[in-house]
């Protein structure tokens, strides 16, 4: 008979950081990707969409795409944090779609406080995308933290 009870991999604080970074970054750039596809779509440059992301006078793509990409990590290394404390408490009843529905819901919470805390108080041309593909761009971001959670911590 089958074994059926499935094992999660626990982490300690440092690893679930480093994995939290990792995915938040690769989350970041599946981010960054849908945005610019959809803008491109529109008419939008990609250059111009990662430029959206440097919040300079003299907005440079590059500057942009590594400042996106770093504050997706350190949302990652937040996510990871948690993720980890969450597997810990719960533990065999984490399943991937736990892990999707954790990733959809802090996707969804970083929505809001880029939406409505942070873009208020700058002069970022974020704030003009569409709000439905900025907050469609932050539930691909969270799916895949939740995905990568997911799938790294079974055995």
Avoid: C
Avoid at 5 to 23: I, Q
């Amino acid at each position: 008979m089958e074994n059926s009870r499935r094992v999660v991999r626990r982490l300690n604080a440092g690893d679930a950081a480093v994995e939290g970074l990792l995915n938040g970054i690769l989350a970041g750039v599946a981010m960054a990707l849908l945005l610019v596809l959809v803008q491109a779509a529109g008419g939008v440059a990609p250059l111009a969409v990662l430029s959206y992301f440097d919040l300079g006078e003299n907005a440079s793509p590059f500057v942009g795409a590594f400042t996106h990409i770093a504050v997706s990590g350190i949302y990652g290394v937040i996510f990871g944090m948690v993720a980890a404390i969450l597997a810990r408490a719960i533990g065999e009843r984490m399943s991937l779609a736990v892990w999707l529905l954790l990733g959809l819901g802090y996707g969804l919470l970083v929505f809001g406080v880029a939406e409505w805390i942070v873009l208020p108080r700058t002069l970022s041309p974020l704030r003009e995308l569409p709000p439905w593909l900025f907050a469609s761009a932050h539930v691909l971001y969270g799916l895949v933290l939740g995905l990568l959670a997911g799938r790294s911590r079974k055995e």
